[in-house]
């Protein structure tokens, strides 16, 4: 069963910085790419950032595009998102995500709000 666990986001004030995690269970991690989204209040999902499945690859949305950065752990079955210069434009919650054979599988999300 294909699992997507979202941690580490929260409160923090603009300018600041959160890093989330998403550990990943019920599927060989290293065969796929990973990519984080987000859904603020009242809008549609977008996707925020992607990696390929080795790493070596990755592309963001122009809107965090040099203030975000996506990683991943092979050996732990984990991607990364590190986010900085945080506006509250990015208050939202924040999905990881993976696709094969044809579905999506989502996590459960976390909250991130940027407030002062």
């Known amino acids: 069963q294909v699992r997507l666990v979202e941690s580490g986001g929260g409160l923090v004030q603009p300018g600041g910085s959160l890093r989330l995690s998403c550990a990943a269970s019920?599927?060989?991690?290293?065969?796929?790419?990973m990519s984080w989204y987000r859904q603020a209040a009242g809008k549609e999902r977008e996707l925020v950032a992607r990696i390929s499945n080795t790493g070596g690859s990755t592309n963001y949305a122009d809107s965090v595009k040099g203030r975000c950065t996506i990683s991943r752990d092979n050996g732990m079955d984990t991607v990364y998102l590190q986010m900085s210069s945080l506006n509250p434009e990015d208050t939202a919650v924040y999905y990881c995500n993976v696709r094969f054979f044809g579905a999506a599988y989502w996590g459960q999300g976390t909250q991130v709000t940027v407030s002062s």
């Open positions: 019920g599927f060989t991690f290293s065969r796929y790419d």
